[in-house]
C-alpha cells in the first residue's frame, strides 16, 4: 500500500472488493473537490503504485467510475472528472 495516510487501508483478504475500494476512495475525492471538473486523473500504473494495488485492479475501478458517470476516458490523451449526469426521474406513465 502506498505510504501516504490520505490512502485508504486496503486488505485484500477483508470483506471490500480492492477495487471498489479504490473506486470509492477517488468518488469521495471527487465529491470533495480535492479533484476538480476536467481534472486529469494519473495514468493506471501510476494509480496502481499510489494504492499499491495491481493495475488491473484500478482499470476495474476506472470501469466502476466510469458507469458511475464520474469519469470521462479519452484514447490517447487520459481519464478525466466529469460532471456526473443527474438523477433520472422515475416517471410513472
Known sequence: MAEDSDYPEIDSDGPELVYMVVA????????????????????????AEQYGVARMTVRRAMKELRERGL??????KGTY?????????????
Open 24 to 47: 470509492n476512495h477517488i468518488a469521495g475525492k471527487i465529491e470533495r473537490g480535492e479533484l476538480k471538473l476536467g481534472q486529469r486523473l494519473p495514468s493506471e500504473l501510476d494509480l
Open 81 to 93: 472528472v466529469q460532471q456526473p449526469d443527474p438523477p433520472a426521474e422515475n416517471v410513472d406513465r
Open 71 to 76: 469519469i470521462r476516458s479519452v484514447h490517447g
